[in-house]
T-cell receptor, first 113, second 112 residues
Framework: EAQVTQNPRYLITVTGKKLTVTCSQNMNHEYMSWYRQDPGLGLRQIYYSMNVEVTDKGDVPEGYKVSRKEKRNFPLILESPSPNQTSLYFC????????????FGPGTRLTVT | GEDVEQSLFLSVREGDSSVINCTYTDSSSTYLYWYKQEPGAGLQLLTYIFSNMDMKQDQRLTVLLNKKDKHLSLRIADTQTGDSAIYFCAETSTSGTYKYIFGTGTRLKVLA
């Protein structure tokens, strides 16, 4: 089954404790992206990747890191999480990133206390 | 920078048509998308249109684009209770960047 998987689905952590949210797709897509969803703000893009070793900033990259060492994986790293990073995070992938469908993962609900 | 705006709420009666509106600011050629998010789920693409088109129809869905006013609308005919969800407008520019800009989302409530 074609899908985007994220882990964990739920995470409660404390300020400053490094964490990684994994994202994997099995569709051989070149484009992958991370978003955060906050009430009243919609979806905001954090980082995206056009291919292996090619990443770029979205609108809200501060406090986040990404890497794309393999085509299928695109982990999101929070080196020192803060409470303002409490949010619902979505990973997505698409064939090219323009004029095609993004497939979204189920979301990761992160709480930073 | 680019911005996409939507109204936050819309309520319609079952069987009526729903019209969800969106305005965008990117002046370059662009793809414009409508995504649907059901409770507790990720987003699913409903349809998209390229900025050189005026209209696109797909079964109950009609997308209208007014390029002059940078206004995009999604019309859902014969709205059903299963259409209750959040609808997001989004855009990507074709001018060298692969950034996605999403709107705030419109929560559609369909009353039986």
């Amino acid at each position: 089954e074609a899908q985007v998987t994220q882990n964990p689905r739920y995470l409660i952590t404390v300020t400053g404790k490094k964490l990684t949210v994994t994202c994997s797709q099995n569709m051989n897509h070149e484009y992958m992206s991370w978003y955060r969803q906050d009430p009243g703000l919609g979806l905001r893009q954090i980082y995206y990747s056009m291919n292996v070793e090619v990443t770029d900033k979205g609108d809200v990259p501060e406090g986040y890191k990404v890497s794309r060492k393999e085509k299928r994986n695109f982990p999101l790293i929070l080196e020192s999480p803060s409470p303002n990073q409490t949010s619902l995070y979505f990973c997505a992938s698409s064939i090219t990133g323009q004029g095609d469908e993004q497939y979204f993962g189920p979301g990761t609900r992160l709480t930073v206390t | 920078g680019e911005d996409v705006e939507q109204s936050l709420f819309l309520s319609v009666r079952e069987g009526d048509s729903s019209v969800i509106n969106c305005t965008y600011t990117d002046s370059s050629s662009t793809y414009l998308y409508w995504y649907k998010q059901e409770p507790g789920a990720g987003l699913q693409l409903l349809t998209y249109i390229f900025s050189n088109m005026d209209m696109k129809q797909d079964q109950r869905l009609t997308v209208l684009l007014n390029k002059k006013d940078k206004h995009l609308s999604l019309r859902i005919a014969d709205t059903q209770t299963g259409d209750s969800a959040i609808y997001f407008c989004a855009e990507t520019s074709t001018s060298g960047t692969y950034k996605y800009i999403f709107g705030t989302g419109t929560r559609l409530k369909v009353l039986a």
